[in-house]
């Protein structure tokens, strides 16, 4: 192990695979206009000073660059995009809490779940009709617009 005393216990492994993760993902430059390439310059220092601060608990995240799209009913939605940091960082946590957290979702969930997909759903779903002479239907869209 290599906390070094620190009251967190975040391995370096962690954040180099969660490093690897947010570059397989690509995805565009955050507020401090730093690319995945240019992460990787000083790789070794930008992973450490993520760990160092992550598991000592003065991890503080950026500011998230607002990103304008074009929403398909009209209008604008905006979208923050997180540094690289940030997203190494995210991708620690998330490696951390998910399998605690995914034990507590109900079996009929499957909304950003590991090995779970919209397809499963969609399947479970088929085999339910013809399992069940009932229908509850819901409209999701716009839904998320009208809530406070």
Same mark, same amino acid.
């Given at each position: 192990m290599d906390t070094q005393g620190k009251p967190f216990n975040i391995s370096k492994q962690k954040v180099y695979e969660a490093y690897l993760?947010?570059?397989?993902?690509?995805?565009?430059?955050?507020? &401090?206009? %730093?690319?995945?390439?240019?992460f990787e310059a000083d790789l070794k220092r930008n992973l450490y000073k993520i +760990?160092? /601060?992550?598991?000592?608990?003065?991890? @503080?995240?950026?500011p998230v660059r607002a990103v304008s799209i074009p929403k #398909?009913?009209?209008?604008q939605r905006i979208l923050g995009v997180p540094t690289v940091a940030d997203r190494v960082a995210q991708s620690v946590v998330k490696q951390m809490i998910e399998? &605690?957290? &995914?034990?507590? @979702?109900?079996?009929?969930?499957?909304?950003? /779940?590991?090995? #779970?997909?919209?397809?499963?759903?969609?399947?479970?779903? /088929? =085999? /339910?009709? +013809? =399992?069940?002479? +009932? %229908?509850?239907? @819901?409209?999701?869209k716009g839904l998320l617009d009208r809530l406070s």
């Open positions: 993760q947010v570059r397989s993902n690509g995805g565009a430059a955050g507020e &401090d206009g %730093v690319t995945i390439e240019q +760990w160092n /601060r992550m598991s000592s608990g003065t991890y @503080f995240p950026p #398909k009913s009209g209008g399998p &605690d957290l &995914d034990a507590v @979702f109900l079996a009929d969930s499957y909304g950003y /779940r590991p090995e #779970k997909s919209a397809l499963d759903a969609i399947g479970v779903t /088929r =085999k /339910r009709c +013809w =399992k069940y002479d +009932w %229908v509850l239907e @819901f409209d999701i």
